[in-house]
């Protein structure tokens, strides 16, 4: 018999909502997560989009409402760092990082996503040392000074209007030719005099001795180049799926997101993907929340089924 009837890889929405509906319906579940429980969700101070909440609720209070609801019914949460899965002849394993592994009869993947790096001179220099990717997080160190935040998204605009707050100006760069961003998160970016958007350009190195100095742009329609003092450097230009350790156990698409289909199973009895991770993602807390749900009740079927 197996350790576990489920274990859940990812401990943020999509994780915490599928092993609601597991434990719910009285399947022994085991959660495995890495980091913090609730997932990324934790470090955003505000989510304004998540249905419920007219007024937004911070993303620690959601992600520890989520966990509460789902310990509440019997699911039970490691902190661990999965290394690797295996399936053959009907069996599945978990393996962790500390040498303990787990077996079970289905798994659901849900590991998020981890920020996308610049891949620019500097960046890993600097990184813990004036480059961040989490302004609720590192934000402070950086009050009165002067911080770029790279990425022109929802995420990133969020990010600079946070800082907006701490910092003596914020410049947000956005490699595209328009910030991509909602328009209500464009307007308040617009409206708020700390903030300065540069679009159409993109960071070539984060240049300094001990500290940050200043940051290389180069203007990408005509390669214009220039540089700009700044403190520090908020990199937020996208989230890459964290399935290094799934390449061969389970189909991933060009992105290197796990493959599944309208009930979130892969291609292999018993193992189902959900939330950020999977082919398609629009990467929304709701919808995370959403195919964790839907994964839930696979898994319920697939195990019924064995029976």
């Known amino acids: 018999m197996p350790d576990w009837d489920a274990v859940i890889i990812g401990g943020g929405p999509a994780g915490l909502t599928a092993g609601l509906y597991l434990s719910r319906?009285?399947?022994?579940?085991?959660?495995?997560?890495?980091?913090?429980?609730?997932?990324?969700?934790?470090?955003?101070?505000?989510?304004?989009?998540?249905?419920?909440f007219s007024e937004g609720v911070m993303g620690?209070?959601?992600?520890?409402?989520?966990?509460?609801?789902a310990t509440k019914y019997g699911l039970k949460i490691e902190r661990n760092e999965v290394m690797a899965v295996?399936?053959?002849?009907?069996?599945?394993?978990?393996?962790?990082?500390?040498?303990?592994?787990?077996?079970?009869?289905?798994?659901?993947?849900?590991?998020?996503?981890?920020?996308?790096?610049?891949?620019?001179?500097?960046?890993d220099k600097f990184r813990g040392n004036g480059v961040i990717n989490c302004a609720f997080c590192d934000g402070g160190e950086f009050v009165d000074r002067v911080l770029a935040v790279c990425g022109g998204g929802d995420a990133g605009i969020t990010e600079a209007l946070y800082m907006a707050n701490l910092a003596s100006r914020v410049i947000l760069i956005e490699a595209m030719p328009e910030l991509t961003a909602?328009?209500?998160?464009?307007?308040?970016?617009?409206?708020?005099?700390?903030?300065?958007?540069?679009?159409?350009?993109?960071?070539e190195a984060i240049v300094?001795?001990?500290?940050?100095?200043?940051?290389e742009l180069v203007n990408e329609g005509n390669g214009q180049k220039e540089s700009l003092k700044v403190d520090g450097v908020l990199v937020h230009v996208g989230l890459d799926p964290?399935?290094?350790y799934l390449e061969g156990v389970v189909p991933l698409d060009d992105r290197k997101q796990v493959i599944v289909n309208?009930?979130?199973?892969?291609?292999?009895?018993?193992?189902?993907?959900?939330?950020?991770?999977r082919s398609g993602s629009p990467g929304q807390v709701s919808t995370a929340a959403g195919d964790g749900a839907t994964a839930g009740m696979a898994a319920q079927r697939f195990l019924q089924q064995l029976k």
């Open 25 to 52: 319906g009285n399947r022994r579940t085991l959660l495995i997560e890495k980091g913090s429980v609730g997932g990324y969700i934790m470090n955003v101070e505000n989510i304004e989009n998540y249905p419920g």
């Open 242 to 244: 964290n399935t290094d």
């Open 86 to 123: 295996q399936a053959s002849d009907g069996s599945k394993s978990v393996m962790c990082m500390d040498g303990t592994s787990y077996t079970a009869s289905a798994i659901i993947i849900a590991g998020g996503s981890v920020p996308r790096k610049l891949g620019i001179p500097g960046e």
């Open 208 to 215: 300094g001795d001990s500290q940050i100095e200043a940051i």
């Open 60 to 69: 620690s209070v959601l992600g520890m409402e989520m966990k509460n609801q």
């Open 262 to 277: 309208e009930s979130m199973e892969t291609e292999i009895p018993g193992i189902f993907a959900a939330g950020d991770i």
């Open 182 to 203: 909602t328009a209500i998160l464009q307007d308040r970016v617009k409206n708020n005099p700390k903030i300065e958007v540069y679009c159409g350009v993109k960071v």
